[in-house]
Every structure is written in C-alpha cells, then in structure tokens.
C-alpha cells in the first residue's frame, strides 16, 4: 500500500509563506501526478496544484501567482511552497499521488491556518 507522509503545515499570519513537503513510499508503480488539494470548514475539497513526472503543473487560480509546486522524481516527493498567504487560504491540505495505473491516493491532510 502507497503511504504518503506530509509535513510542514501549521499557524502563519497572513502575508507570511510555508512550505508543505509529501513523500510517497511503498511505491509499487511509477507515479504519474502528484499534488496538493485543500479542504476549508464548509466546503467541498478543491485542487490547489498538481504537477506530472514530466513536469506540466496545473494550478488553481485562486493561488496562481503565489504558490509553486516543484517535485523530486528521484525521491517521489513533492513540495508546496506557498507565499503572501490570506485568511482564505486555511484548511486542510491533502496530499494526492497519481500512478501510471491510474490508482489515486491520499495523505493524512495538514492543517494550514492563516491569520489576519
């Protein structure tokens, strides 16, 4: 069974920046994308970014321009790197790994809370 471990969330005041790393193990095929969703209070989850073994990123537009996604193959790891953050920005933030089978899984979810 994939296991995905996250870490790097937290407490942050808004404007401020944290990094949230995920590694996957256990690995019994390539994996495909790997990304970020996010879940607030109330709502329904919602992709924050992802980005394939080759590199193509797909980011949501309502971080565009403040976040970026790079990843390590090599260690099937892979980083959210987030900045100017706002109050809006708080929830749950999930881990998501794709592999060339199509199997999807998830992280335990971090939680990132952006104060005003």
């Known amino acids: 069974q994939v296991q995905l471990v996250e870490s790097g969330g937290g407490l942050v005041q808004a404007g401020g920046s944290l990094r949230l790393s995920c590694a996957a193990s256990r690995t019994r095929f390539s994996i495909n994308a790997m990304g970020w969703y996010r879940q607030a209070p109330g709502k329904q989850r919602e992709l924050v970014a992802t980005i394939t073994s080759g590199g193509s990123s797909n980011i949501a537009d309502s971080v565009n321009g403040r976040i970026t996604i790079p990843r390590d193959n090599a260690k099937n790891t892979v980083y959210l790197q987030m900045n100017s953050l706002k109050p809006e920005d708080t929830a749950v933030y999930s881990c998501?790994?794709?592999?060339?089978?199509?199997?999807?899984?998830w992280g335990q979810g971090t939680q990132v809370t952006v104060s005003s």
């Open positions: 998501y790994v794709n592999d060339v089978v199509r199997s999807d899984y």
